[in-house]
């Protein structure tokens, strides 16, 4: 379990991200179009896991559209942004900011957050995700983690872009 905050106030999650150069824990998300984007189907490309609470709160939204404008310039790299947001919502935000570049998917109906130790477990936001980065490898290794200690904060984007290169 990880400790994180919420305006400095002390919250916890469930367990811990994966260890670097661990094997990636399998996932089921869903998209805005309601198929699904598991971990095996992007088997072979490299994955930015950006995971945050909601996509209607302003530093989540950040988030994505800050991957979003960076995604573009990555080889053989797939961004998904994921939350416990319903698929909709995913849809409504993108497609009100023309975000193309990532894939937009929703834990709702799995164990995604709970698989990553980032489910969060009391405070205001229990049942949904702490802010944290992972990226995968395209062997399915994991090469970077991030768990933002302040849930209002930005991920350090240079960090997970970094581990690409």
């Known amino acids: 379990m990880a400790t994180v905050t919420l305006k400095g106030n002390p919250f916890h999650t469930n367990g ?17 179009d309601l198929s699904e984007v598991t971990g095996e189907s992007l088997a072979g490309k490299r994955v930015v896991l950006n995971i945050f609470p909601s996509v209607d ?80 490898g395209a062997d399915g290794k994991v090469l970077h983690t991030e768990l933002v200690s302040e849930i209002a904060d930005e991920p350090n984007y240079d960090a997970a872009l970094k581990a690409l290169a």
């Open 16 to 32: 811990d991200l994966p260890a670097v150069g661990s094997k990636a824990p399998a996932f089921n998300l869903v998209k805005t």
């Open 57 to 136: 709160t302003p530093t989540c939204a950040q988030s994505v559209r800050t991957f979003n404008a960076q995604a573009s310039s990555l080889d053989n790299t797939v961004v998904v942004c994921a939350s416990q947001d319903l698929p909709f919502a995913l849809a409504r935000f993108c497609g009100a900011e023309g975000l193309s570049n990532v894939v937009p998917a929703s834990a709702f109906r799995s164990d995604f957050a709970s698989s990553y130790g980032v489910k969060l477990t009391d405070g205001p936001l229990a049942g949904l995700t702490a802010r944290a980065v992972v990226v995968v």
